[in-house]
């Protein structure tokens, strides 16, 4: 029986999370949480796996706040140091947590040759959102 003030909770299960998300070349998503998987309405969750020696192209979430905590391996994030203008790197481990703000370009590289990088991701919005930039500066 459902009571429409208490909606159910929603399972998903590992073996159901869906690539169907938006992608970045040198990346995967899969998508957990979300409108389409379970109906969420402020709120989009998933993963991200970075193979090893690779890097995702240069992107931004739109008006989306991203925090990402970090399962395994050991990605850089890659963005311009609003200050100085110059390429600046956030060197994660498992375990540490990362807060990507609205419109910030980045870029998730992993350079261990061996380990693939897998962060957990969590969004403001209810779907991913992804633009890809030409650079980090968002300019050609």
Same mark, same amino acid.
């Given at each position: 029986?459902?009571?429409?003030?208490?909606? !159910?909770?929603?399972?998903?299960?590992? #073996? +159901?999370? #869906?690539? +169907?998300?938006?992608?970045?070349?040198?990346?995967?998503?899969? @998508?957990?949480?979300? !409108?389409?998987? $379970?109906?969420? +309405?402020?709120?989009?969750?998933?993963?991200?796996? $970075?193979?090893? *020696?690779?890097?995702?192209? #240069?992107?931004?979430?739109?008006? @989306?706040?991203? *925090?990402?905590?970090?399962?395994?391996?050991?990605? &850089?994030?890659?963005?311009?140091?609003?200050?100085?203008? &110059? +390429?600046?790197? %956030?060197? @994660?481990?498992?375990? #540490?947590? %990362?807060?990507?703000?609205?419109?910030?370009?980045?870029?998730?590289?992993? !350079?261990?040759?061996?380990?693939?990088?897998?962060? $957990?991701?969590?969004?403001?919005?209810?779907?991913?959102?992804?633009?890809? $930039?030409?650079?980090?500066?968002?300019?050609?």
């Amino acid at each position: 029986m459902t009571d429409a003030f208490h909606p !159910n909770l929603r399972h998903v299960p590992a #073996d +159901e999370i #869906d690539s +169907e998300t938006a992608q970045t070349s040198g990346m995967q998503r899969f @998508a957990a949480i979300s !409108n389409s998987k $379970v109906g969420s +309405e402020g709120l989009w969750m998933g993963q991200t796996h $970075v193979a090893p *020696a690779m890097r995702s192209g #240069d992107h931004h979430h739109g008006e @989306a706040e991203t *925090a990402i905590y970090v399962l395994s391996g050991h990605p &850089e994030f890659v963005f311009l140091d609003e200050h100085s203008g &110059e +390429e600046t790197r %956030v060197h @994660a481990s498992p375990g #540490d947590y %990362v807060f990507v703000p609205p419109y910030t370009p980045h870029r998730e590289e992993n !350079n261990d040759p061996d380990v693939e990088a897998v962060v $957990v991701i969590a969004r403001s919005t209810q779907e991913a959102i992804v633009v890809e $930039v030409p650079s980090l500066s968002g300019r050609g």
